[in-house]
DNA sequence: ACTAAATCAAGAAAAAAATCACGATTTATA
DNA sequence: TATAAATCGTGATTTTTTTCTTGATTTAGT
C-alpha cells in the first residue's frame, strides 16, 4: 500500500477516520468534504485531495458514502495488515500502552513486554507476559518480531536501542525523549509527546 | 514569547533540545548544523534556519554554544511558564502521564486528576489527587485552570469534553481518538498516537 | 421541466517549507 | 604568514502543501 504518504495527510486521515466511526455509530451514510472541513477547521479543497488520494470518488451534491471511506482510509493506512511489536521498558507508560487495547484496532498487536526489573518478571499485563530483557533476541528470531516500542528511562534510552538493533530490531518507536543514534538500517520513530505539547501551549497561552 | 512558531519547526526545536541535553552530560560545549542535521537526517542549512529564529548566533569554524541554544530553545518553547493542568480521566494512561515527571521539566504542571468511577476517588498517584470529576468546575475556578488532558475512554470523550467547556476549561489536550465538538473559543490539541504510529509503520513495512 | 443550491473535481495560484549554492569568516596547520 | 578546510549566514531555487477558482453534476423545490 506504501504510496508514500506524507506525514501531514497520513495524520489528517486518522481524523477523517475517527469522523467516519461517529458518523456510523449515528446511523449517518453520507458525508460531505465541507461537513468534514469545518469539523476540522480546514479547507474543504483540502479534504477533497485527500480523498482523491484514496481513489474514492464522491458524488456531487451528495458527499461521499461513509462505509466506503472508512474502508478506504483503513486499507491506505494498513490497519487491516497486523504489526507485532515488543514494548521494551515496562515502566507506567509501558504498563499503559499494553492496556491499550484500541492499538489492535489499528493493526498493532503488543505480543510481550520486557524490563531489566527482576520484580516485574512474570506478571501479566493485559494477557502479555513482561519477560527478562535478556529473553529478548531469542523471542525476536522466534516470532519474527522487528517493531519495538521504546519505553525506558532516558538514561538507558540509547543503550537499550543498541541492544534491540543487535538482536534483530529494524523499527523503534521511541517514547523517550532522546535522539538515538542507529544505523541506516534501523528506522526510529519519535513520538514527541512534549513536542505538540509545547506547540499547543505556547501558541495561545502566555 | 508566542512568536508563531510552526508546529513543524517546534517539533524540531525539542529534537535539537534532546540533543543539546546530551551533549551538557556529556561535557561537550559547542555544536555544529552538520552535526546535528546529520543526526536528524535532514539538512543542515535547515539546522541553521531554525536557529535563526531563536536569535542565536553561532560561530563560524566552531558552530553553537550549546548552553546556548538549550536555554533560547526552552525560551522559545516556553519551558520556563509553568501552566498547570488536570487529567481527566484517571484509566491506564491517565495515570501514566500523572507519573511522567518529565512534564515539569517542560513546564507541564499536573494537579490532579479526575474520575467518575468512585472506587478510584482520593487514591494519591505521584503526589497528585485523584477528584470525582463532579468537584471539577468547582477547582478549575479555585486554582484557575485553562488545561485539561482528556484520557477517558472514546464513548466518553464528547460528552465529558462539553462538561470541561462549561467548566470553563478552555485548552483540551485530547488523547482520545474522538474529533471533538467545540465552540471556536476552545482549542483543542489531538494527540494522535496511532498517526503518527501509521505513518512510521506504512511507509516501509509491508 | 426548469431553476437554484450544494457539492465534487481539477487545474491554477499562492503560501510555506525545504534544499541548494555561494560568499564570508574562522581556525588549524603547514 | 599563507593555505586549506569547516562552518555560518543568507538569498535564490525548488518542492511541497494549501487555498482559490471555475465548471460540471446532482438533487430539491417550484
Known amino acids: 500500500m506504501s504510496k508514500n504518504i506524507p506525514e501531514k495527510v497520513s495524520n489528517r486521515l486518522?481524523?477523517?477516520?475517527?469522523?467516519?466511526?461517529?458518523?456510523?455509530?449515528?446511523?449517518?451514510?453520507?458525508?460531505?468534504?465541507?461537513?468534514?472541513?469545518?469539523?476540522?477547521?480546514?479547507?474543504?479543497?483540502?479534504?477533497?485531495?485527500?480523498?482523491?488520494?484514496l481513489n474514492n470518488a464522491g458524488k456531487c451534491r451528495v458527499g461521499y458514502m461513509v462505509k466506503d471511506l472508512k474502508d478506504s482510509i483503513e486499507k491506505t493506512l494498513g490497519f487491516s495488515k497486523t504489526k507485532d511489536a515488543f514494548i521494551v521498558g515496562s515502566g507506567h507508560l509501558g504498563l499503559a500502552l499494553a492496556k491499550y487495547d484500541s492499538f489492535n484496532s489499528?493493526?498493532?498487536?503488543?505480543?510481550?513486554?520486557?524490563?531489566?526489573?527482576?520484580?516485574?518478571?512474570?506478571?501479566?499485563?493485559?494477557?502479555?507476559?513482561?519477560?527478562?530483557?535478556?529473553?529478548?533476541?531469542?523471542?525476536?528470531?522466534r516470532l519474527g518480531v522487528e517493531i519495538a516500542i521504546l519505553t525506558v528511562p532516558r538514561q538507558a534510552a540509547q543503550q537499550v536501542a543498541?541492544?534491540?538493533?543487535?538482536?534483530?530490531?529494524?523499527?523503534?518507536?521511541?517514547?523517550?525523549?532522546?535522539?538515538?543514534?542507529?544505523?541506516?538500517?534501523?528506522?526510529?520513530?519519535?513520538?514527541?509527546?512534549?513536542?505538540?505539547?509545547?506547540?499547543?501551549?505556547?501558541?495561545?497561552?502566555?
Open 14 to 53: 486518522t481524523l477523517y477516520h475517527s469522523i467516519m466511526v461517529e458518523y456510523i455509530e449515528a446511523g449517518i451514510e453520507t458525508i460531505s468534504s465541507p461537513q468534514i472541513a469545518q469539523r476540522l477547521g480546514i479547507d474543504d479543497s483540502q479534504v477533497r485531495k485527500d480523498f482523491k488520494l
Open 162 to 206: 543498541e541492544f534491540l538493533i543487535e538482536s534483530n530490531i529494524k523499527y523503534i518507536w521511541n517514547f523517550t525523549p532522546v535522539v538515538l543514534k542507529v544505523p541506516p538500517t534501523v528506522k526510529v520513530w519519535n513520538e514527541n509527546l512534549m513536542g505538540s505539547f509545547l506547540q499547543f501551549a505556547c501558541k495561545d497561552i502566555e
Open 106 to 141: 489499528y493493526g498493532l498487536n503488543i505480543l510481550a513486554l520486557f524490563d531489566n526489573d527482576p520484580q516485574k518478571i512474570d506478571i501479566q499485563v493485559n494477557n502479555k507476559q513482561i519477560f527478562h530483557i535478556s529473553k529478548l533476541p531469542n523471542l525476536v528470531q
